[in-house]
């Protein structure tokens, strides 16, 4: 069993950055593949990034390539989004997720979920 809790959300205005943390319970974090996932309204939730069970590879949507930092420390079990050059598209409910070993990016892939974190740009 992993519980997962974001936080780092926030209003930010266009061209600046926030960084969301997740922190995981559970003895066996590194044996995870991390995922972020998005949902903004009226649409379904989209893959934004994720992060291998060891941290040595990372997989992101062209929507957020070049803009945004997927990384994890597994002696603190924590995952983090670094966000910059945001833009009002990336408005949206930001969800943190575990799948055991494999990186997914299919939402229905992933058996953990946080309980998301709000963020809003301003354009």
């Known amino acids: 069993q992993v519980q997962l809790v974001e936080s780092g959300g926030g209003l930010v205005q266009a061209g600046g950055s926030l960084r969301l943390s997740c922190a995981a319970s559970?003895?066996?974090?590194?044996?995870?593949?991390m995922g972020w996932f998005r949902q903004a309204p009226g649409k379904e939730r989209e893959f934004v990034a994720a992060i291998s069970a060891s941290g040595g590879s990372t997989y992101y949507a062209d929507s957020v390539k070049g803009r945004f930092t997927i990384s994890r420390d597994n002696a603190k079990n924590a995952v983090y989004l670094q966000m910059n050059s945001l833009i009002p598209e990336d408005t949206a409910i930001y969800y943190c997720?575990?799948?055991?070993?494999?990186?997914?990016?299919?939402?229905?892939?992933?058996?953990?979920w946080g309980q998301g974190t709000q963020v809003t740009v301003s354009s």
């Open positions: 559970g003895r066996t974090f590194s044996s995870y593949a």
């Open positions: 997720t575990a799948r055991f070993f494999f990186y997914s990016e299919n939402a229905d892939q992933y058996a953990y």
